[in-house]
């Protein structure tokens, strides 16, 4: 029996990390798009005019915050976690499991690359893949 502890782990907390990652990417997403915040920051503009920011280019910046497809993204990381999940649950082929996180670390850094978010889970996908192609198992 091959023991892959460590591999485990990092593809464990990957996992957890893309789906609380995804959780705050909806949220951020359904808060930037709600007509009431957008209300609500336009009225503190108003009541502040003497900002550090000028207000077109806050206006601009919200703009382009709002374009973006939040609920794709996070569609996207819970595919990026389910990758993981399959890595995780599969019995034989190490080297399999190994291409699966490191095919999901790249699907990560070329749909995220703009985004912060994901950098953590992707490293430790790619430390996990790693390992699961250059480390010999310990067996029992």
């Given amino acids: 029996m091959k023991h ?3 591999e485990k782990i990092l593809t464990i907390c990957g996992i957890v990390l893309f789906v609380i990652g995804s959780g705050l990417v909806f949220l951020f997403g359904t808060v930037i798009t709600n007509t009431d915040f957008e209300t609500f920051l336009n009225q503190s503009m108003q009541q502040n005019p003497a900002q550090d920011i000028p207000e077109q280019q806050f206006q601009t910046f919200f703009e382009q915050a709002q374009s973006i497809n939040y609920g794709m993204h ?6 990026v976690a389910a990758v993981g ?3 995780l649950l599969r019995r034989t082929g190490d080297i399999m499991s190994g291409i699966f996180l490191l ?5 990560t850094v070329l749909i995220f690359w703009w985004l912060i978010v994901p ?9 996990a893949g790693l ?10």
Avoid: C, Q, S
Wanted: aromatic residues 12%; hydrophobic residues 60%; positive net charge.
């Fill in 103 to 107: 095919a999901g670390t790249g699907l």
């Fill in 74 to 79: 996070t569609g996207l990381m819970l595919l």
């Fill in 85 to 87: 999940v399959i890595a």
């Fill in 131 to 140: 390992m699961f192609l250059l480390r010999k198992p310990k067996t029992a």
């Fill in 119 to 127: 950098f953590l889970p992707a490293l430790l996908y790619f430390v």
């Fill in 4 to 6: 892959r502890k460590p």
